[in-house]
């Protein structure tokens, strides 16, 4: 089944340490996205990509970074700058050049620090 | 700037009763619409889109949405609700030019009363 993958599921981080989330698709969606949501405040962009080796800063990227080696992977690092990390993270893939369709999600991960 | 507002953040009803959900859009151009469904600790489900072809969009789960672009709103509506049907939504927008990036709303969470 095409899809998008994020793991881990949970994830617990120390103070000071980096983290990677992990999203793969194998639906061959050119666009990646990364959303962190908490309680009342929707989804908020972090980064995005359109094309492999380019993504640009989204609302909030501070503290974050990515990568997009490859057309099914963008992984996103919580560098330890990111002072409240604690929250549910989504990733998301689109195709890129039909704007009316929509972005594809994968079930999060929540990451927690401990 | 693109931007989303749904009115109320939390919306309970009865088992059976109408379901209103409220989607209104600010943008000179209509963007492309999207409703999405999210179940506790999961990712997003997309309920409908609009794509210009028709101002009712019908979508899964009994779900519909009109486009009124006269009132810039893109609400979401259920005849009778199902206690299956609590969950939150999410109401999202896509530029038709530029970026590629989805812009949400922060949420509506519908409670269903037995």
């Known amino acids: 089944d095409g899809g998008i993958t994020q793991s881990p599921k949970y994830l617990f981080r120390k103070e000071g340490q980096n983290v990677t989330l992990s999203c793969e698709q194998n639906?061959?969606?050119?666009?990646m996205y990364w959303y962190r949501q908490d309680p009342g405040q929707g989804l908020r962009l972090i980064y995005y990509?359109?094309?492999?080796?380019?993504?640009q800063k989204g609302d909030i990227a501070e503290g974050y970074s990515v990568s997009r080696e490859k057309k099914e992977s963008f992984p996103l690092t919580v560098t330890s700058a990111q002072k409240n990390p604690t929250a549910f993270y989504l990733c998301?893939?689109?195709?890129?050049?039909?704007?009316?369709?929509?972005?594809?999600f994968g079930q999060g991960t929540r990451l927690t620090v401990v | 700037a693109q931007s989303v507002t749904q009115l109320g953040s939390h919306v309970s009803v009865s088992e059976g009763a109408l379901v209103l959900l409220r989607c209104n859009y600010s943008s000179s151009v209509p963007p492309y619409l999207f409703w999405y469904v999210q179940y506790p600790n999961q990712g997003l489900q997309l309920l409908l889109k609009y794509t210009s072809a028709a101002t009712l969009v019908k979508g899964i789960n009994g779900f519909e949405a009109e486009f009124k672009k006269s009132e810039t709103s893109f609400h979401l509506t259920k005849p009778s609700a199902h206690m299956s049907d609590a969950a939150e939504y999410f109401c999202a927008v896509r530029r038709p030019s530029g970026t590629y990036k989805y812009i949400f709303g922060t949420g509506t969470r519908l409670k269903v009363l037995a």
């Open positions: 639906l061959n969606h050119d666009a």
């Open positions: 998301a893939s689109s195709i890129v050049d039909r704007l009316n369709t929509e972005a594809f």
């Open positions: 990509s359109q094309i492999v080796n380019d993504f």
